[in-house]
């Protein structure tokens, strides 16, 4: 363990080394342009001054809002921004959240070693970086003078921290992998070593780590939020979780408080090292999904991601003071299926289970133009995107259905109206969750075109958090479906691959397939952009038609945008963490 106790030790062997001598990727979804205005703060301070000075000027801007605020009450929130989220689990840790609202806060809160731009490219955040000629030291030179929220300055030994504690031995974060192959974490966690051979702090601004070979997708993992030392250095892992709802960072903004259910509350940080933000703090207030969008059509928030739908849009524009914006998430939604399982063992029977559902009417109608069929794990915003020419469409077809069916040796023996085989029924468990209608309409379509072919499905519902127990903690199921909100490195293996196929992992399905695991492994160790293309487009091909999923629907993302919040464009890689620095609101003093 990374135990309080052996830090000191720790920073007397790093200090030596670095007398003898003379990590960031953000999580594929994390990293941000460093090249973020750094005049922020200096642009406010004059604008102020100006202000200050102009009686007659601030009395019009005035009298302007006042006039704006009769129709728009959003302008009388003040230069806080509030944006709409579904709820919190409240692990606001950069290393422990699983789930993408926490992400949200800590986003803010935090700064990683690097980051992702709005074009999906990986950029220093707080270190910029060099990898050696045989691709496997990472050095990463920290910028000097960059401030945690408690004072303290960001220094190699809190980056070394932070990778120590995902590589304790009793971690219970999904952060993993992003340490296993870093030389000497092996021995670290099972006790034989005391420090981790592959970290060098060289010295309080020099960091290298040294992975075991090389792998191109490798600086993804050095994008997590670095974590101050001393604020959270610990003895045991519960310790550590004390600390997930009062997180404290070097991000923009600084954590103020958390209302369970109800909303988390962050002030602007004005020693930021990149400049102030305009805004003076910002709200991510909880708001069922279902009335998100009248939210932002009242004023009540002033952004709002919600299911993409035409009533959802027509609403949130419908009082005028709110724009829609929308871009094409990197993201699909899916149905998974128990490969563990004798009835689907065959891929006729999922190839036919996908035939029998009329996909693209479904779609047509749930998502009403905001949503397009998915052939293969890959969205089209990625550069791995296939060409879909040469993938199985899966056009509704249930003559094709029933023949696989029968090829696979499903057929209904006693009249009964039921496909069986071998004295078992065709009957299937679909368990899924009831808090968003779209899987509970395709419940009932499936019901329907199934029944037709002669199987007997039967939806379980829950909360999605049982859902997730049961899928990922105890691989419970027979069918589900959920959606991925994919990282920007195509590679699969954390999904599909076969070291996920454990309790707890994300191959809960236990896809298991002998090329697949050769493309993944084959993809990593490639640095060449075009042969990993073709890698992954052969696993497109494999997935398209081994059927490990039913893929469903790769989907547009809209949000309501409050028309007083200037310089925010959403997009795939671009959310409100990324341009907090730009953000400015049309607001009233309280």
Not at 263 to 268: A, M, P, R
Not at 337 to 362: C, H, M, P, T
Request: glycine share 8%; net charge negative.
């Amino acid at each position: 363990m990374f135990k309080k106790s052996l830090i000191l030790l720790l920073t007397v062997i790093l200090a030596l080394s670095a007398v003898l001598v003379g990590c960031g990727g953000n999580n594929n979804e994390n990293v941000n342009d460093t090249t973020n205005e750094t005049t922020n703060a200096t642009d406010n301070a004059t604008e102020n001054t100006n202000n200050s000075t102009n009686d007659a000027t601030v009395e019009d801007n005035t009298a302007e809002l006042e006039a704006a605020a009769e129709t728009n009450p959003a302008i009388n929130r003040g230069n806080v921004l509030t944006v709409a989220e579904t709820g919190f689990d409240g692990i606001f840790n950069p290393i422990l959240y699983s789930n993408k609202t926490d992400a949200n806060i800590t986003d803010l809160v935090f700064n990683g070693l690097i980051k992702v731009n709005k074009n999906g490219e990986y950029v220093p955040d707080v270190a910029t970086w060099e990898v050696s000629e045989d691709k496997l030291t990472y050095t990463f030179s920290i910028t000097p003078g960059i401030k945690f929220h408690n004072g303290e300055e960001l220094t190699s030994d809190d980056v070394a921290f932070t990778f120590y504690s995902i590589a304790d031995p009793d971690y219970v974060g999904a952060r993993g992998p992003a340490v296993s192959d870093i030389v000497g974490v092996e021995s670290y966690r099972s006790g034989e070593a005391e420090a981790i051979e592959g970290i060098n702090v060289i010295d309080d601004y020099t960091i290298a780590f040294t992975i075991e070979e090389p792998n191109v997708k490798k600086i993804t993992d050095f994008g997590y939020g670095i974590l101050n030392r001393d604020y959270y250095g610990f003895e045991s892992m519960e310790e550590l979780e004390a600390l997930n709802a009062t997180p404290m960072g070097t991000g923009p903004m600084m954590f103020k408080v958390y209302e369970v259910g109800q909303y988390v509350e962050l002030t602007t940080n004005d020693d930021y090292f990149e400049g102030r933000a305009y805004v003076d703090g910002v709200i991510y207030k909880v708001v069922p999904a279902a009335t998100a969008a009248a939210a932002v059509n009242a004023g009540d928030v002033d952004v709002a991601q919600v299911s993409a739908s035409l009533e959802n849009y027509d609403t949130m524009t419908e009082a005028g003071i709110a724009e829609v914006q929308e871009f094409l998430g990197n993201s699909y939604r899916y149905i998974g299926i128990n490969l563990r399982l004798e009835k689907f063992s065959d891929k006729r029977v999922r190839q036919a289970l996908w035939y029998g559902l009329n996909l693209k009417d479904f779609i047509d109608a749930q998502w009403e133009g905001f949503a397009a069929p998915c052939l293969a794990p890959i969205s089209p915003v990625s550069w791995a995107y296939p060409d879909t020419s040469e993938l199985n469409s899966y056009d509704f077809n249930p003559e094709k259905a029933s023949a696989l069916l029968a090829e696979a040796g499903w057929v209904d023996t006693d009249g009964d109206g039921i496909l069986d085989k071998d004295g078992e029924k065709l009957s299937i468990v679909w368990t899924s969750y009831n808090d968003v209608d779209w899987p509970l309409n395709l419940i009932a379509v499936a019901k329907e075109n199934w029944g037709a072919l002669g199987i007997e499905l039967e939806g379980l519902l829950m909360e999605f958090t049982a859902v997730s127990d049961l899928v990922y903690e105890k691989q419970d199921f027979e069918l589900y479906n959920m959606g991925w909100s994919l990282a920007i490195d195509p590679d699969p293996t954390a999904i599909f691959g076969e070291d996920a196929d454990v309790l707890g992992g994300f191959n809960a399905i236990g896809f298991h397939h002998e090329r697949a695991n050769e493309i993944f492994r084959l993809g990593r160790s490639e640095y060449d952009q075009a042969k990993r293309a073709e890698l992954y487009a052969e696993w497109a091909k494999i997935a398209n038609e081994e059927v490990p999923y039913i893929f469903v629907s790769i989907g547009t993302t809209i949000n309501g945008v409050n028309n007083r919040v200037h310089n925010l464009e959403l997009d795939t890689y671009d959310g409100v963490a990324a341009q907090i620095l730009d953000i400015e609101l049309d607001h009233l003093n309280k």
